[in-house]
């Protein structure tokens, strides 16, 4: 039997431990069906539970408690909900969140890898039918630019006050990030392949490429991280010459996203372009219900990976039961298949809980249902 895989499982706030029990349930059949070796802890932390208990939102040592795991399965954090109680423990947002930008950077998740695939079933936001032609991935860069946090507040409360908030990009991580995006699109384009699925990009000398990579930047204005993305951009390309390239500004890349987001398949962005471009691609794909985003370290198997859906909280429909856990379970199946690394019996699991919860989707559409009832049809697709 391969060695046990562990996960660390971190609910969080509001809805997160809602869609989080679903997750396990799917787990705990697919480990009985399988036999598989897999193993999970339930952390009361990151949450506004604990930091109302303790006056931190985790212990000290937590990244320290995360590591030895395999992987973090995180529901949500943020605003605990439900808002109809004036009087639940709240935290600013700055608070709330900062142990996810820690996860991020403490383990050098340097890719956050959000997909956007309009699945039969999802809700289509866009008129024009050639939206159900929506399959890109957009990969943001996750490890500094916008998010290094560096900066500060001079003369704090005055009139004469200035801020600063610092951008931060190296050769090093830029390099990296698109590198990730061109072997995603060679990867994207041969499974496409095997399943009869190709689709085509031209090149701007003319050939035909199967897969595509567009670089996002905003080099007209920014011109210094502009510029260095544009030249490492061009001179990894160079390595793929199967992969079509393609270049646009974040302003219009927003724009195109709407008009014509079938024509995208592997997008790369710096943190905070990829984290805007990502809300929009998700209400593309169907919206956030169905939406799912992991952060990963590809390069040190020794630091986990953290897997968690593009959205919050909720706390407009926490403690109803309400919450739809699709965009949890896709994240999970995504979970089980990058931890096919350690024990391939995880891939197949992975593509069974994955197809299961496509297959949910294509059947019930955006029926209303509670979170008891998705979960329910989904595990019966994977039993026995
Ligand atoms: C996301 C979120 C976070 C981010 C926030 C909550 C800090 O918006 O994961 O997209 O900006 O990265
Ligand atoms: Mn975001």
Known sequence: MAQT??????????????????????????????????EWTRFPWPSHAWHEEHAESWPADALAQLK????????ALGDPGPINDPKRYLLSDSVSLSPLLEMRKGFDQWVCERPARLLPGARQYLKDDR???????VIRENSEGEYVSQGGRLRQGTTDEVATQMEVFTHHATERIIRYGFEQARKRASERAEH????????????????????????????HWGDLYTEVFEEVSKDY??????????????????????????????????????????????????????????????????????????????????????????????????LGQKDPKLTAAGKELFDAVAADLAEKGTEQRDTQEIRDAICKRLTP
């Open 5 to 38: 895989t562990r996960i660390a499982v971190t609910p969080g706030d509001g809805i997160g431990p809602e869609v989080v029990s679903a997750a396990i349930h799917c787990l705990e059949t697919l480990r009985t069906k399988h036999q598989l070796a897999l």
């Open 68 to 75: 030895p795991y395999d992987a973090i399965l995180l529901g």
């Open 131 to 137: 939206a159900k032609d929506i399959d890109m991935l």
């Open 196 to 223: 009869g699925r190709v689709r085509t990009f031209k090149t701007l000398d003319g050939r035909t490429c199967e897969s595509q990579v567009c670089v996002i930047t905003k080099r007209n204005a920014l011109k």
């Open 241 to 338: 010459p199967d992969v079509a390239t393609h270049h646009e500004l974040v302003d219009a890349a927003c724009m195109k996203f709407v008009q014509c987001p079938w024509a995208f398949d592997v997008v790369v962005a710096s943190n905070l372009q990829g984290d805007i471009l990502t809300d929009l691609a998700a209400v593309l794909s169907g919206g956030m219900g169905v939406a799912p985003s992991c952060n990963l370290n590809p390069t040190n198997p020794d630091m986990p990976s953290m897997f968690e859906p593009t959205h919050g909280s909720a706390p407009d429909i926490a403690g109803k039961g309400i919450a739809d856990p699709t965009a949890m379970l896709f994240t999970t199946a995504r979970m089980l298949e990058w």
